[in-house]
């Protein structure tokens, strides 16, 4: 049995997804009638690595919950045709490959799982993690430290035993929350 865990955040630290998701979402507000003219560096300072549910009421205040779930469902859909601007982390796939025998390792991101499954599958590196932790997993999204708690469980380590990977402040700050060892990283893939 592998004593050892290391959890990766997807979007930023796997994967650079940032114009995958702004692309999808800057769909799914049109197909609903916002033509936003979203602009990609806002999206990226104030948008990315957030939760929708968090950052949709700001782009659109007095947004009904039932709309925003709705486009967040159509970006779902949608957010496959945009998975040719995505790019791979090298260098961590390559860490994974070297400690893969000796550790538990596991996603734990925000972004839904029908996402997390397209991208991994696009890629041909589904079959590198052990566990997956997705948004529809959780209750409180990162800075709460709940989808690491949740691995750390399912993994049945404690925090001293795993080490996470992390890209963005709220990201960080939920590894901290958690008890385990933290590395950032930094996005130039």
Do not use: W
């Not at 702004?22 to 009638?33: I, P, T, V």
């Amino acid at each position: 049995m592998k004593n050892k865990l290391a959890i990766f955040d997807l979007d930023g630290t796997l994967f650079d997804t940032t114009e995958v998701n702004y692309r999808a979402y800057d769909k799914a507000l049109h197909e609903y009638g916002y033509n936003l003219g979203l602009d990609y560096r806002y999206y990226c300072d104030f948008c990315h690595g957030n939760s929708y549910k968090a950052f949709l009421p700001q782009l659109i205040p007095g947004i009904t919950l039932k709309e925003r779930e709705a486009i967040h469902e159509y970006k779902q859909i949608i957010y496959p045709e945009f998975l040719c601007f995505a790019s791979k982390n090298q260098q961590l796939f390559s860490l994974i490959e070297c400690i893969r025998t000796t550790y538990v390792i596991a996603i734990a991101t925000t972004a839904s799982r029908k996402n997390v499954h397209e991208i991994l599958q696009t890629y041909q590196v589904t079959d590198l993690f052990d566990i997956i932790v997705a948004q529809e997993d959780v209750e409180k999204y990162k800075p709460d430290p709940e989808c690491f708690l949740l691995v750390m469980k399912m993994a049945q380590l404690r925090p001293e035993q795993a080490l996470i990977f992390e890209d963005s402040d709220q990201g960080i700050a939920a590894a901290k929350a958690s008890g385990a060892a933290c590395v950032r990283v930094f996005n130039n893939f």
